[in-house]
Each structure stands twice: as C-alpha cells, then as structure tokens.
C-alpha cells in the first residue's frame, strides 16, 4: 500500500543514521518537507489519539490525520535519500530502486531487501572507522553549556526515534515526549495487518495457521518492539478473532499465547 516516508538525511542528500535533518516525502517520491530542524519536530508532526489503542497516530501536519500518516525505518531511508556514501551500498540502493523505477518501494516486505542494503552500508562503514580520527583520540567526554530542554533524533534500526525533555533548575525531568519507531508506524502495521485480513481471512470460515503465519510476517516486517520483547526466535504471541457482518464472534485463534 501507498504512504509517505520519513528519515534523516544528510545536508546533500546522503543516507545518514546520525547526523542531517528531517525529510518527507509522499506517495509518489514528491517532496514534503525537507532538512528541516529536528529539534523542532513538533512543527512538522504530531500525534492523533485513537480510543481503541494504547499507541498513538503520529502524522504529518500538513497533510491532517487522515492523509498524513507515514512509515520510518530501513525502506523509509532507502526511500528518502538521494545516495548512499559508500560505493557497494550506493550500487545496491540504486538495484534496489531499479525495481520500482526510481519510484518510493512500498511494499511491506521490501523492508528486508532494504535492511540487507544498509547493512552492506554499515560494513563498509567499520572499515572506515577503524582510522576515523575522533575514535582514535583521548578526548572521551564532550564539554558543553547546561541546557534546560533537550531534542535528539536518530536513525534507530526500526526508524526514526525522537526523545524531548525539559527539566527543571534541579534537573528533575518536568516534561518528556518520546516519538519511537514503532510508534511511527502504527498506522503502517495496522493497514498492513488489515490487508492481510482482505486478502486471506476475510469471508473465510475459520482461522488457519497460514492467516495467522500472513499475519504475523507482516507485522514483523516492521521489526516492532512488541515482537522482540517475547524473546522467543520466530515465535510471536498472536490472537485474531474473526466477526461476522452482524458483530458476531465467528473463530478466535492464536498461537504461543501462553510463551515459547
């Protein structure tokens, strides 16, 4: 399914997992914004509420809650950024782009190729870092003047992880935002998982362990904390129950409920 992307990027287009400002894009490659100031995030997104989860909606302002909402992680970054730094990776991207004719990849399970892309990336990095001069150096601490509120973005593997937080004279923390991965693809993880339900449960008698394996390698596909957490190699807890037109219950199954 079509949505917009989100990353940093480098100030000349590179992919970058540290350093750079923030830039969108929609559904067809056309920039929304570009490299602007992360520390003022809250400019460009914000977070829509929903009484049925306990995550929330991140989206773009501009583009209101409905069609704002957006992907992060490692497609969202092949997607956004112009190249890659390191010539393997950059010819790998480019392979990777060919598929979809230089146009945003979308699918859910490009994730992996996309992963496999910047891992490329960051094994040609080490090399370069083994000389970097600053990891060779003695100086272990940066020194800088006291702030009393402080805005940091990364490229974490999932996506993009924003952390806010003010504290007071005391420096006790009076106001906290975190922005994680995960919760910038909620909205991702559930289309994905209802096109799942279109495409192999819906007007189905009964839940099969292959809905449920669909299911499951979709969600995954986003690398979300919740699958991590049951540390368990490719075992997911997973419920799905199915209701008839009328609200009936018509079949609930689910698989590793109870642990591994």
């Known amino acids: 399914f079509d949505s917009s992307h989100l990353s940093l990027v480098r ?15 929609d559904s067809g490659g056309n920039v929304i914004f570009d490299h ?7 400019k460009y ?7 049925w989860s306990y995550m929330k909606f991140p989206f773009i302002r501009s583009r209101g809650h409905i069609d704002g909402w957006y992907r992060v992680g490692a497609l969202s970054r092949i997607n956004t950024c112009g190249f890659i730094d390191t010539p393997e990776a950059d010819k790998a991207m480019h392979e990777f782009k060919s598929v979809t004719r230089g146009l945003p990849n979308h699918m859910t399970l490009a994730y992996h190729w996309a992963r496999m892309v910047e891992l490329l990336h960051c094994v040609e990095n080490i090399e370069r870092l083994l000389n970097d001069p600053d990891l060779q150096g ?3 601490m940066v020194r800088g003047e006291r702030a009393s509120e402080g805005v940091g973005v990364i490229e974490a593997p999932r996506g993009t992880l924003i952390h806010h937080y003010k504290v007071d004279e005391n420096d006790l923390v009076t106001f906290c935002n975190l922005i994680v991965s995960t919760t910038n693809n909620n909205e991702a993880m559930n289309r994905a998982v209802r096109k799942v339900a279109q495409d192999h449960i819906s007007g189905k008698p009964v839940i099969t362990e292959g809905m449920l394996n669909h299911v499951e390698a979709a969600v995954r596909a986003y690398d979300p904390c919740l699958s991590c957490a049951t540390h368990a190699i490719g075992k997911m807890p997973l419920e799905i129950e199915m209701y008839g037109p009328g609200g009936e219950l018509i079949d609930r199954k689910g698989q590793y409920l109870n642990g591994p």
Do not use: K, P
Request: hydrophobic content about 30%; proline content about 0%.
């Open 138 to 140: 003695t100086e272990l």
């Open 36 to 42: 602007v100031d992360y520390r003022e995030y809250y």
């Open 11 to 25: 100030e000349d287009g590179a992919l970058d997992l540290y350093h750079g400002g923030l830039r969108a894009i």
């Open 45 to 51: 997104i914000t977070e829509e509420v929903r009484n």
